[in-house]
């Protein structure tokens, strides 16, 4: 019996141990959301506010594997709380996180805690990711992506100016943009052929920086209002898998994460360079949730 004691002790010794002081996580939430596993990933990248008011900038990322895992730091009133983020994707459209969590000063405190049910850093916890899990999903109904598959970028020929930004500034970057190019189209009684246009140039996926030309297909002339910075330039035809977009044209990139999912879950080269096609004028029509995109990825 004195033998069996002994052991019984050294096991609870040894898990305990464990317990308080070699376990990985304080505390681990799993949940789901809609949306490609890019996508959510940059969600989580571009995470500033921990607490009720978000105002405070309060969760600094450390570090990173894209698109699968995230470490962030967050300073809250009772110390810094150390996040890791595990994100897989479960199919095109929606994505598993795991989330472990580590108090820097509170951490054997939080453990014994834990033992007797829900404490208050695991009803914060929950609460601030479940708050961020509603926002996930809240942001993948405010559009539509249809995956069409593998189809055809259409020969170009265009007039185009070139920009950079980051990703999320796409869309702000490209109202100045068409404001001096599509002016100038009409001044020279230039004739459009086709629907104004994004074309990826270079996508800095780690820093979520692009380089772009917004254009306009046009018919050949002798004279096109050419200038440092209004340009020429002329595309052949070329295969892609595509995705139709529906929603406002800020959110369209979303398409680009929704194809690099279906690329890869079919073992499909493609290169990080979209096309966007956009079919409705902001300007005119108000519905932003009817307004139509054509994305493609090219197929290398």
Do not use: C
């Not at 109904?141 to 070139?162: C, H, K, N, T, V």
């Not at 246009?197 to 002798?222: A, C, L, S, Y």
């Not at 979303?254 to 902001?282: G, M, T």
């Amino acid at each position: 019996m004195k033998k069996a004691g002994i052991i019984a002790f050294t096991i609870f010794l040894g898990v305990a141990i464990w317990y308080l002081f070699i376990k990985q996580y304080d505390y681990q939430v799993s949940f789901k959301v809609k949306g490609s596993q890019g996508s959510v990933y940059y969600q989580i990248v571009n995470w500033e506010s921990w607490g009720e008011d978000p105002k405070i900038k309060n969760i600094n990322t450390v570090d990173s594997a894209l698109y699968e895992r995230v470490i962030q730091q967050v300073i809250t009133k009772s110390g810094i709380l150390n996040l890791e983020w595990n994100v897989e994707s479960i199919n095109d459209s929606i994505t598993q996180i795991k989330v472990g969590a580590i108090s820097e000063k509170k951490s054997v405190i939080n453990r014994l805690a834990i033992l007797t049910g829900e404490t208050t850093f695991t009803r914060l916890l929950n609460n601030e990711l479940i708050d961020f899990g509603k926002e996930v999903n809240k942001f993948a109904r405010s559009f539509r992506i249809r995956i069409e598959g593998e189809s055809e970028i259409p020969e170009l020929e265009y007039l185009y100016i070139s920009s950079k930004s980051n990703r999320l500034r796409k869309a702000a970057m490209m109202l100045p943009m068409n404001a001096d190019l599509y002016p100038k189209i009409l001044e020279n009684k230039v004739e459009t052929n086709g629907y104004p246009f994004v074309k990826i140039t270079e996508w800095d996926i780690i820093n979520d920086d692009i380089k772009f030309n917004f254009g306009f297909p046009v018919r050949h002339k002798d004279s096109l209002p050419i200038s440092s910075v209004i340009k020429y330039g002329k595309s052949p035809a070329m295969k892609a898998i595509k995705a139709t977009f529906y929603g406002n044209y800020r959110d369209s990139d979303q398409a680009w994460f929704a194809l690099l999912e279906y690329a890869k879950r079919r073992n499909i080269s493609v290169e990080k360079k979209p096309l966007e096609i956009f079919y409705n004028d902001p300007k005119q029509d108000g519905n932003s949730a009817e307004w139509k995109a054509e994305v493609f990825l090219p197929i290398k």
